[in-house]
């Protein structure tokens, strides 16, 4: 039921509202014939589509008086959010419709029409779906600035048109179809079409992972690949067996190596005063017995010995073990990076990856804890291996264990690979001193 309005008028609207819910939801939709029932099916929809338009003036409402502002809110679509208790995503397409298809005012307090008026009077009739109109004006604000100058206005008739016959999959093929037809001397490479299409989209799972979706422009594009050139290389095994993971992992993990050295150089702005750092809380009881779940700073789970694994990569990430009532019983310090000295020492001493057949240069290497930092290991030269941003992660999860033998990291395979278990040196970088050992 609706909450309490002042306004009398709008309380007598919301009211019979509710009175004609209540009654379609009493409906007896089983005595009903199959015509029926679809007729009936139908009208709801159309009706349902109808509060699009209301939505859209509440929002326009919104932002003319910026209750948003008054309220604390940091934008409309998260007071829209916290109004009507939906999700970020929906909230944030309800505002981007509400300024193509909602009315508007001017600054002199004069109204305005719609931006894309036939979709606002299609929505308003209830012929067409958020979905369609969404569609609609994507489309048309994609279109470079000339041709929409031109043709925007045909091209809205015409997809509203296509909207009242197709479902949204068909029109959006019917879309993209008539985008191309609009711009036949290929004015979609033009610079400012690409600037006005950037987008990043960044959907996070509930495991922490994401699926990454982006238009980028060009200059975004070159530096992309200017980062992850040298870092996503095929790298091959100590056997000489060829690297397994595929090109796109490669690239994953190259963009993942990327983001490190970013945090390592410290780089990034703060946020609030803080420097760039990745946060997992633990339970005391988890840490000792490597069971459970820690949480990140964004309130994603994560299995206790992956995140502790974080922790002993060489990247800005603190780790706070809390107790029972959230006691802190301990908490590690992002001053386990390695500073930039201590880095110009170990390119120089190991010349790049210990991993026993690693060819890798110091550029594509992490410094490693011998001792894990997690475990009490120093951050010093005498406790640092480089590893190669692949060997880190692949040889490690294998059971590799690092050992320090005069100053001198060396490794230890994993009992299936050598059951002597036998510290070895990577010779690699130094194959002189290779043939006098």
Not at 56 to 78: E, F, K, M, N, W
Not at 212 to 231: F, Q, S, W
Not at 247 to 266: F, S
Request: with cysteine; aromatic share 4%.
């Amino acid at each position: 039921m609706s909450e309490l309005v002042v306004d009398s008028h709008a309380e007598s609207v919301l009211a019979r509202l509710d009175l004609v819910m209540d009654e379609l939801i009493a409906l007896p939709l089983d005595s009903y014939a199959d015509d029926d029932l679809l007729a009936i099916w139908r009208r709801v929809e159309t009706a349902v589509r109808r509060s699009a338009a209301v939505d859209h003036a509440l929002i326009g409402q919104v932002r003319t008086r910026r209750l948003d502002y008054h309220h604390g809110a940091t934008s409309t679509a998260a007071f829209t959010r916290q109004v009507v208790r939906i999700s970020v995503r929906e909230a944030k397409a309800r505002v981007r419709a509400a300024e193509a298809a909602g009315p508007r005012v001017a600054l002199s307090g004069e109204p305005l029409p719609p931006v894309y008026e036939r979709v606002a009077a299609a929505q308003a009739d209830g012929d067409i779906s958020p979905a369609h109109a969404r569609i609609i004006v994507q489309t048309i604000d994609a279109l470079p600035d000339q041709v929409r100058a031109e043709e925007g206005a045909s091209a809205e008739k015409l997809l509203v048109e296509k909207a009242g016959i197709f479902d949204p999959d068909t029109l959006g093929i019917v879309a993209r179809r008539l985008a191309l037809t609009l711009d036949p001397d290929g004015k979609y490479q033009d610079p400012d079409y690409r600037d006005r299409r950037r987008d990043l989209r960044l959907t996070v799972r509930h495991d922490g992972s994401a699926h990454l979706e982006a238009e980028l422009t060009a200059e975004a594009t070159e530096h992309l690949r200017v980062a992850i050139d040298p870092l996503d290389k095929p790298m091959p095994a100590t056997d000489g067996a060829r690297d397994p993971r595929t090109a796109g992992q490669r690239r994953h993990d190259a963009l993942l190596a990327a983001i490190k050295l970013v945090e390592r150089a410290e780089l990034l702005p703060t946020c609030v005063g803080v420097t760039a750092t990745v946060i997992l809380t633990f339970d005391a009881k988890d840490w000792i017995d490597d069971t459970g779940i820690a949480t990140t700073g964004h309130g994603v789970l994560v299995p206790t010995a992956e995140a502790k694994r974080w922790i002993s990569l060489d990247t800005e990430v603190i780790g706070v073990l809390l107790g029972t009532m959230k006691r802190v019983e301990a908490y590690s310090s992002v001053h386990r990076i390695f500073t930039k000295a201590q880095r110009l020492v170990l390119d120089v001493r190991d010349g790049g990856c210990t991993i026993p057949g690693c060819d890798a240069p110091p550029s594509k290497c992490e410094a490693h804890h011998v001792t894990d930092y997690a475990n009490g290991g120093p951050t010093s030269v005498v406790n640092a291996a480089l590893v190669c941003t692949t060997d880190h992660r692949e040889r490690i999860k294998q059971g590799w264990r690092s050992t320090m033998i005069n100053d001198i990291p060396h490794w230890i395979q994993p009992n299936w690979i050598d059951p002597e278990q036998k510290p070895q040196r990577n010779w690699m970088h130094d194959p002189a001193a290779g043939l006098d050992s």
